[in-house]
């Protein structure tokens, strides 16, 4: 779903104004949450790294998916973290925006890329996960940076503009995957409850796929804003 | 007697938006708004708020000029609240829906299961008596509305009655869907469990009415005020011994009785969803209440008696 640019992995969402999570907090918080966006930071940028080095040597990306899922499982779903961050109070966003922004992304990577292994091919695939790749070097470095007190103006330019590309192509990705894993859905009847059953209920993953796609209209609208309101702030600058 | 002036601002503009003069000193903050009124008609009372700081809290309409902390030139500041519905009116609306909805999946009318199924009866003795059960919870629902609650606000928000009404309309379609579905699954323990979970759910109908007319008998009509409310004769409102919003916790029995009735996970999500929605009301009813009242029964919970 909408996830690309924001929520509240070491901090900021597209709420949230840059100092606010400075105010108060304790000298524990801050060393892990430099901990935690360096090594997010690192992680994302080995999975750049790669990427590139499998393209380069290969000259094609069938067979990327494989070669990067472990790593991307591995720190895509650790970033469920920053929920509990919320959760808990060292980041000052709200716990709703940010388990939506994740939850989105775990769903992508479980729910589609992993369980429906005919379209881990798909140029789509690759499109999202570029996306991902330089959205997330970009936010960590830059919650790395502003725990340090040291924010170099090009990464603080760079999270502000590069969603305007990074965004609608991201979300081109995902559509556009979820839409070539409908097929797949239909035929196997994967994740869906028939009736009759005991429990009087039934639920078809391939509807659901479809409503999640129209879903993708509202949140793209509604983030959209939030994002380009966050630009205000810096034309001062 | 000397009479008042009252210049009312814009609270995030600080526009001058109305002044009155010769505002009696025994007037209240009602009063006040229906002269605002007067002078911005699309502001009715009900959407306004006035305030003696542009942030600090809504002043009550019972509230009277000269009892506030303002000289003989008092100055409010209002904030609009937007477009407002009555109580009433939303209660009626986001109740009429669930009745009416899930009697047209009970009668199978087409569009639903297929055409082989239109018009047809379900061949379970259960899925009659849900109707029943479910027809007679929301009739009961409606005629408390209009004959049983006092309200302490007149109005709110006009947006809550599309929120309001997508959350019982659509849980009563998802559920009215199932139990009524040609391949409908009866419970797995059969008549007994049917039994029981009927025993239930009209004790719980029983209790919920007790606690609604207890409530009702607490409060003299057209009044605001607020009081303990303390177990009756009837032993359904013995519950208040333990608990303070027994309404509630009535509620969440019928359905868990009607959860098991049906055996439908719908039915057994929607209860789960009450219940997290009743308990954040129970616990700011409680909390109110200790804060209003310095000797309120220290044994009472908001909703489980207890434990939450």
């Not at chain 1, 790749?133 to 502000?160: C, D, G, M, Q």
Request: glycine letters at 6%.
């Amino acid at each position: 779903m909408a996830a690309s640019e924001e929520d509240g992995g070491g901090s900021g969402s597209p709420e949230e104004k840059e100092n606010g999570k400075k105010r108060s907090l304790g000298a524990l918080a801050t060393a892990w949450l430099a901990f935690y966006n360096i090594a997010m930071t690192a992680g994302w940028l080995v999975l750049a790294i790669a990427m590139a080095r499998f393209y380069m040597q290969k000259g094609t990306h069938k067979g990327l998916y494989r070669s990067i899922q472990k790593t991307l499982k591995f720190f895509q779903t650790f970033a469920l973290l920053e929920v509990v961050h919320c959760a808990v109070g060292i980041v000052r966003t709200s716990v709703l925006v940010t388990g939506v922004q994740v939850s989105s992304r775990i769903f992508m990577v479980w729910f589609i890329t992993h369980s429906i292994k005919q379209i881990q091919n798909e140029e789509s695939v690759i499109l999202f996960l570029v996306v991902w790749t330089v959205t997330e070097i970009t936010r960590y470095s830059f919650y790395t940076f502003s725990l340090l007190n040291h924010l170099p103006y090009f990464i603080k330019w760079a999270r502000y503009n590069f969603f305007i590309i990074l965004y609608p192509v991201g979300v081109a990705g995902e559509l556009l995957t979820i839409y070539a894993a409908l097929p797949y859905v239909k035929k196997t009847g994967m994740f869906s409850l028939r009736l009759p059953n005991k429990y009087n209920v039934s639920f078809d993953y391939y509807y659901f796929l479809i409503i999640i796609m129209l879903s993708y209209i509202p949140c793209v609208i509604s983030f959209s804003g939030c994002y380009l309101r966050n630009q205000q702030p810096d034309i001062q600058k | 007697m000397k009479h008042y002036e009252v210049e009312i601002l814009d609270a995030k503009t600080r526009e001058k938006l109305c002044f009155l003069d010769k505002v009696e000193p025994n007037a209240t903050i009602a009063e006040i708004k229906t002269l605002f009124t007067k002078s911005h008609p699309q502001w009715y009372p009900a959407r306004q708020s006035l305030r003696l700081d542009p942030k600090g809290k809504s002043l009550k309409d019972e509230d009277v000029l000269q009892n506030l902390p303002v000289g003989t030139t008092a100055t409010l500041y209002f904030r609009d609240l937007g477009a407002q519905i009555s109580w009433v009116t939303v209660f009626l609306t986001e109740y009429a829906g669930p009745l009416l909805i899930y009697l047209l999946f009970y009668f199978r009318v087409p569009f639903i299961y297929g055409p082989k199924y239109d018009f047809t009866s379900s061949r379970h003795s259960v899925v009659h008596l849900a109707c029943i059960c479910h027809s007679f919870h929301y009739v009961k629902r409606l005629l408390e509305t209009l004959f049983v609650h006092r309200f302490s606000h007149g109005t709110m928000p006009l947006r809550n009655i599309f929120k309001n009404c997508t959350y019982y309309w659509g849980f009563a379609a998802w559920m009215a869907y199932y139990i009524n579905h040609p391949l409908y699954t009866p419970p797995a323990y059969g008549e007994d469990q049917v039994k029981l979970a009927l025993i239930i759910f009209l004790f719980c109908q029983l209790g919920n009415f007790s606690i609604h007319i207890a409530l009702r008998n607490l409060r003299p009509a057209g009044s605001k005020t607020r009081k303990i409310p303390y177990p009756t004769k009837n032993p359904f409102t013995w519950l208040f011994l333990l608990v303070s919003c027994p309404n509630y916790t009535y509620e969440v029995g019928s359905w868990i009785g009607f959860t098991i009735m049906t055996q439908c996970l719908p039915v057994a999500l929607f209860s789960l969803v009450g219940f997290v929605q009743m308990t954040i009301w129970a616990k700011g009813k409680h909390r109110s209440y200790l804060k209003e009242f310095r000797d309120y029964p220290a044994l009472r919970s908001p909703i489980v008696p207890f434990l939450l």
